[in-house]
């Protein structure tokens, strides 16, 4: 998997199939992203055509897999 690599969209049973280990680096990838489209070097919005790929913290898709990476977490074992 390459480092600059965008992460996908995944659906909340996705989500909670993965280990607590690649929820963290699910969330990580995630906190990789640019803000926005706006605040981005790109000319053109990779998110109007690539519905699977998660470019921007500032898009509904980043928010809710957001939330929902957070919410599993707090449901599993801790972390020292």
Request: hydrophobic share 30%.
């Amino acid at each position: 998997m390459s480092k600059n690599r965008k992460p996908n969209v995944l659906s909340i049973d996705e989500l909670e199939k993965m280990n607590t280990k690649q929820l963290l680096a699910y969330l990580h990838k995630l906190h990789t992203c640019e803000e926005s489209f706006e605040k981005s070097d790109m000319i053109n919005n990779p998110e109007i055509v690539d519905k699977k790929t998660i470019y921007y913290k500032q898009s509904d898709n980043w928010k809710q897999a957001y939330k929902n990476v957070k919410e599993i977490l707090k449901t599993r074992e801790h972390i020292h």
